[in-house]
T-cell receptor
Framework: GENVEQHPSTLSVQEGDSAVIKCTYS??????FPWYKQELGKRPQLIID?????GEKKDQRIAVTLNKTAKHFSLHITETQPEDSAVYFC???????????????FGGGTRVLVKP | NAGVTQTPKFQVLKTGQSMTLQCAQD?????MYWYRQDPGMGLRLIYY???????DKGEVPNGYNVSRLNKREFSLRLESAAPSQTSVYFC????????????FGQGTRLTVV
């Protein structure tokens, strides 16, 4: 089955700096890579996702890059703000293959702390 | 539009007791999932239902059973709770294909003593 590794497990940045979280996956058939943000005591919520036919995607201060050959993808947050403090999870699935459903394999999470 | 609703939000069980976690979604999604979240381990898939009438094991199914009652509802049952099942449980739903967003419920914090 799929295995997703996520690094670092904790990340402390100064407000205004950038944060980068990296994930690797093992299943070459995975084709959908979402990122979820989870605030303390809350449910995970999707912040950005990327499909295997795209190398990069950006949404305001958040960007995700995908390297299919190396089987890794990264989340980049620029101009970090205190409200970016949360746990971030990467995930992978074969979501675009009908028979596989859209079940996600998650990385272990990165706790991001943005210091004012 | 409530999204994904789980009950209960908190539960304490004694070892050996049984309970059912309920989940319902109102987004007309075909697929539903149960995950557990433990510190440092992300979310791990327990069981999923790709469509109404089907269920399949995920990564950590031992000690659990599920029922897809209808398109809206997907329940998780612990027949004989163990301390190792102390965790936060999340139900989620999504479209069946296309690499689409999974929407999560608010979670159930379960403690087994």
């Amino acid at each position: 089955g799929e295995n997703v590794e996520q690094h670092p497990s904790t990340l402390s940045v100064q407000e205004g700096d950038s944060a980068v979280i990296k994930c690797t996956y093992s299943d070459s058939a995975s084709n959908y890579f979402p990122w979820y943000k989870q605030e303390l005591g809350k449910r995970p919520q999707l912040i950005i996702d990327i499909r295997s036919n795209v190398g990069e995607k950006k949404d305001q201060r958040i960007a995700v890059t995908l390297n299919k050959t190396a089987k890794h993808f990264s989340l980049h947050i620029t101009e970090t703000q205190p409200e970016d403090s949360a746990v971030y999870f990467c995930a992978a699935s074969r979501g675009m293959i009908k028979a596989a459903g859209n079940k996600l394999t998650f990385g272990g999470g990165t706790r991001v702390l943005v210091k004012p | 539009n409530a999204g994904v609703t789980q009950t209960p939000k908190f539960q304490v069980l004694k070892t050996g007791q049984s309970m059912t976690l309920q989940c319902a979604q109102d987004m007309n999604h075909n697929s539903m999932y149960w995950y557990r979240q433990d510190p440092g381990m992300g979310l791990r898939l327990i069981y999923y239902s790709a469509s109404e009438g089907t269920t399949d094991k995920g990564e950590v199914p031992n000690g659990y059973n599920v029922s897809r009652l209808n398109k809206r509802e997907f329940s998780l049952r612990l027949e004989s709770a163990a301390p190792s099942q102390t965790s936060v449980y999340f139900c989620a739903s999504s479209e069946a294909q296309g690499g689409t967003e999974a929407f999560f419920g608010q979670g159930t914090r379960l403690t087994v003593v």
